[in-house]
């Protein structure tokens, strides 16, 4: 069956870095869109990072542009998302997630989430 483990969270400074990864087993990594969103106390679960298994395209959310990177390792069935510059209200469960097929990129396939906190 699919499996997302996410790791890699934790509490840190604001301005300091993490890395997310995300082991993905049961299915075919390299063909799937994967995702990374994330949902804070008494908000909605939003969209961080996407990216395509056809071409490697990402795509990041206005509030993580340019302070958060997306990446994907085939061979390690493995995602990632270094995220930099961390702000407090950076600070959520992170989750990771696998598209229902290769064909579509609607997330079915959801981890168990890694927290993180970022403090002022």
């Known amino acids: 069956q699919v499996q997302l483990v996410e790791s890699g969270g934790g509490l840190v400074q604001a301005g300091d870095s993490l890395r997310l990864s995300c082991a993905a087993s049961?299915?075919?990594?390299?063909?799937?869109?994967m995702g990374w969103f994330r949902q804070a106390p008494g908000k909605e679960r939003e969209s961080v990072a996407t990216i395509k298994w056809r071409g490697g395209t990402a795509y990041y959310s206005d509030s993580v542009k340019g302070r958060f990177t997306i990446s994907r390792d085939n061979a390690k069935n493995t995602m990632y998302l270094q995220m930099d510059s961390l702000k407090p209200e950076d600070t959520a469960i992170y989750y990771c997630?696998?598209?229902?097929?290769?064909?579509?990129?609607?997330?079915?396939?959801w981890g168990q989430g890694t927290q993180v906190t970022v403090s002022s």
């Open positions: 997630a696998a598209a229902w097929s290769g064909d579509t990129d609607s997330y079915g396939y």
């Open positions: 049961g299915f075919t990594f390299s063909s799937r869109d």
